[in-house]
């Protein structure tokens, strides 16, 4: 047990060996060391040593029986995190085949959905998911900006943390219970709304979005709910793009004497921009796939109008729905269809909007001096 | 454009104005349902929503036991097979695999992580019920296991990232192995970050309801058999919401009120200890 645990040790003291004089001219101060390179290099050059030791000693206790097993062990899971999401795509694109197999992928387009009449066409689903979708990031994204704006920028810390706690706190409640508070506060409210465009002077209900009657239910409310939903998420990464811009932007800014409302529209926004269409982006790939506080408010009809007042339909709510009573194999199938649009939908928007804020980290550089 | 002083003043204090609404209007949500939930929930929280199985339609009184336990069971058979692979994965991120290895996990872990809950519901329909050919706890928990995989994986690698290299090197300067370093040392020095975010992904889980409704089912009867169909409380509030009777309307809210208090208390105690950890280690 002795001689494998020094032969492991060897490479790794080999690998330490040479970052170890630039290393030592740290706590010396102004040694021969230091005075050959510039002082920012300074706190980075260990980073990089450190890598090197850590593939050394890395490299040294593959030969050490219980550390490979531990490595294998670990490595594993790794991989069957990372395994879960072609697991995902195999199995719906293996449940929605005898879908497409029957109707094809084409028939996605037609508005009829009736599984009784084999009839399974989602364009009013996906009219649904959109029009929701679009009219939650609506409320949500100028509301969450203009927080982070006031939390980032105006608000002395200590408030700024406790709204930053309470929204937090939103994130954290289940979507059924918004459903349920949804059911019995938010669509009276909305019908009452309503009522009041109905019965007003000027005419607003002949307005296209605001036509209809007055039901509560529908896209405006569950746009509502989604744009409650997605508030927190957009609110917690735009304030982080904002913590990133850096002291010398907005001291720029001042220098040229601006008022602080001008820093924060010329100098500010347009520098994080990128990060806002990001969190936009992950905000939107969350509502689109929100199923229970949709379904508890939209009115499960599935139709194509373009009033806000109208009950619609959206893909999660159908699949939520109908699942547990389709009348047949097909039926199952092509709601397993509808599930796989969303899984698609969510992966590419995810993955796009993780690209965006990824390389905005790179370019910005700019995080040692973030407020 | 040059505007003058005081018109670019005024300007700018009515924007900022703007930005304070906003702020405003961002937590009126929150309290808004927090006010109403304990206005509605606050009556009908009794012993006999802890005691009773559930009444058939129509009549009054019940309890929500059946959900209660199924709910702990369900969420604490995906918490104890999704808790040891997401920090196993996750030490494998810190502590074995390259830098770009290490960023290509935490970036499928993030797409994961934004799948919606119901396509993971689906899977598991797929991946359990339909070999065993009916709805079953077990389909339910695999459905939840999904679900808390990455979020667990993202908040333990954040938190092992965050110990010092020097820790790390002090253990292989002794000639410890690589596991005893992780499982000593590492995992050690982030164990209350580690034990925050395993909190938080349990109260992401708990009120999980789409995947519930073709994993687990529900059931009007008591059963903490793993193999058959079983009520869990979010999918129980969800069907008595919508149901027409005045009486499941008020165990509903009820039932939301006992759920809220577990996820807000879990979050703000995970808060609580990582503040404390980072309080105690400045010090």
């Known amino acids: 047990m002795d001689l494998p645990s020094i032969d492991k040790l060897e490479p790794a003291a080999a690998g330490m060996a040479p970052p170890a004089p630039s290393g030592t001219a740290v706590p010396d101060g102004p040694g021969p060391a230091a005075q050959s390179r510039p002082d920012p290099s300074l706190p980075v050059e260990p980073e990089k040593d450190l890598t090197a030791v850590k593939h050394e000693i890395r490299r040294g206790s593959t030969g050490h029986g219980a550390d490979r097993m531990f490595r294998l062990a670990t490595g594993t899971c790794a991989a069957a995190v990372a395994g879960l999401i072609l697991v995902a795509i195999v199995f719906m694109v293996h449940g929605s085949l005898p879908a497409f197999r029957d109707h094809g992928i084409g028939a996605i387009l037609s508005p009829e959905w009736d599984p009784t009449n084999q009839k399974y066409g989602a364009l009013t689903f996906l009219f649904g998911t959109a029009y929701t979708s679009v009219i939650g990031m609506a409320i949500a994204l ?56 109905y019965k007003s002077p000027l005419g607003l209900r002949n307005i296209p979005i605001f036509s209809g009657s007055p039901m509560g239910v529908g896209f405006l409310a569950a ?43 010329k100098f500010i926004i347009p520098y994080c921009w990128k990060g806002i ?49 389709a009348p047949s194999n097909l039926a199952i199938s092509a709601l397993i269809s509808l599930g796989l649009i969303l899984l698609l939908v969510s992966i590419l928007l995810n993955a796009a909007a993780r690209i965006m804020l990824i390389y905005l980290g790179r370019g910005s550089g700019g995080n040692q001096e973030a407020k | 454009m040059i505007r003058s002083h005081s018109f670019r003043k005024v300007q700018g204090r009515f924007m900022e104005g703007i930005c304070l609404l906003a702020a405003l209007i961002a937590v009126v949500p929150l309290f808004a349902f927090l006010w109403h939930l304990v206005a509605e929930g606050a009556s009908s929280v009794n012993p006999a929503l802890f005691t009773h199985l559930p009444m058939p339609p129509g009549e009054t009184g019940g309890g929500m036991l059946n959900a209660i336990l199924g709910s702990l069971l369900v969420v604490g058979s995906a918490t104890v097979a999704g808790i ?75 938190m092992l990232y965050l110990v010092p290299h020097s820790l790390r090197e002090a253990g292989h300067a002794l000639g410890i192995p690589t596991w005893r370093i992780a499982s000593s040392i590492t995992l050690r020095a982030a164990a209350p970050g580690v034990l925050t975010g395993m909190i938080l992904s349990v109260s992401r889980i708990a009120g999980e309801t789409a995947p519930m409704l073709f994993t687990a089912f529900g059931n ?64």
């Open chain 1, 142 to 197: 100028p509301l969450g900006v203009l927080t982070a704006v006031a939390l980032v920028e105006i608000l002395p810390q200590r408030l700024a943390k406790v709204i930053s706690l309470a929204v937090e706190l939103l994130a954290a409640i289940p979507s059924v219970l918004l459903g349920l508070w949804g059911i019995f506060t938010l669509v009276p409210l909305v019908r009452a709304f309503e009522v009041y465009i």
């Open chain 1, 223 to 265: 746009g509502l709910l989604l744009a409650i939903m997605a508030l927190p998420f957009i609110l917690s990464v735009t304030r982080e793009v904002l913590l990133q811009v850096p002291t010398s932007q907005r001291e720029a800014a001042y220098a040229l004497g601006a008022t602080r409302w001008q820093a924060i529209s």
């Open chain 1, 277 to 325: 269409f990001g969190a936009s982006l992950l905000g939107f790939a969350r509502v689109l796939g929100e199923t229970m506080a949709v379904t508890m408010v939209i009115g499960n009809t599935p139709q194509i109008k373009a009033s806000l007042f109208a009950s619609g339909y959206t893909l999660a709510s159908v699949i939520a729905n109908e699942f547990t009573e």
């Open chain 2, 84 to 158: 040891p692979i997401g920090i196993g994965a996750a030490v494998f991120m810190t502590e074995f695999a390259s830098p770009s290895v290490t960023s290509a996990l935490r970036f499928a872990c993030d797409v994961l992580s934004g799948i919606p809950s119901i396509v993971m519901g689906l899977l598991a329909y797929q991946v359990v019920v339909v070999p065993m050919h009916h709805f079953s706890a077990l389909s339910g928990s695999v459905a939840l296991a999904f679900i808390m995989l990455p979020v667990v994986v993202i908040t333990t690698q954040e």
């Open chain 2, 220 to 283: 009007p009867y008591l059963s903490l058999d793993p193999k058959s169909p079983i009520a869990t409380l979010p999918h129980m509030i969800f069907n008595y919401a919508i149901s027409p009777y005045d009486d499941w309307h008020r165990l509903a809210w009820g039932g939301a009120l006992i759920l809220v208090i577990g996820i807000l208390g879990a979050t703000l105690l995970s808060r609580f200890i990582l503040w404390w950890h980072q309080r105690s280690l400045n010090s």
